[in-house]
């Protein structure tokens, strides 16, 4: 009977085990994960107050925020030139307006774009990816804090 028992333990410990990591993968789906490849590439982190032209992100913006980098100060309205085409990372459509993370390079007087990938062999940075921004909420600011971004 106790072989039974022992059984019937590790079979119910080995269906709570999958059921916890079917739930991790779903979470995991729900929340951006923040590249770090592109924070290296950036030569800025804004926090920017996002608007929408239909359902693309409008170009010009106002900062909200610097984590990281120069040459910009809170309240500045900038030009991110490829922010139209940004999506959050699984070419997930962006949520609505408001406040996101945008690593960004600067190519001029407040005129930026959001970072790619740095090189790296094997990639072919040539050839441009959809940039990825990030919304502004608790998941990516943990990230943030565990790589010493933000305080």
Known sequence: MSR?????AAAAAFLGWIGWLA???YKAGTVPIVSRAQLTAATNLLVVDLTLNGDQPAAKTKVLEILSGDGVKVGDEIEIENLPGALIPGDKPLPGPGAYLVPVVKVGEKRFRVAGLPRSPGYDAAVPGTPNIYPWVDNVKIQLRTLGLLK
């Open 23 to 25: 739930y991790a993968v």
């Open 4 to 8: 039974r028992l022992l059984l019937l």
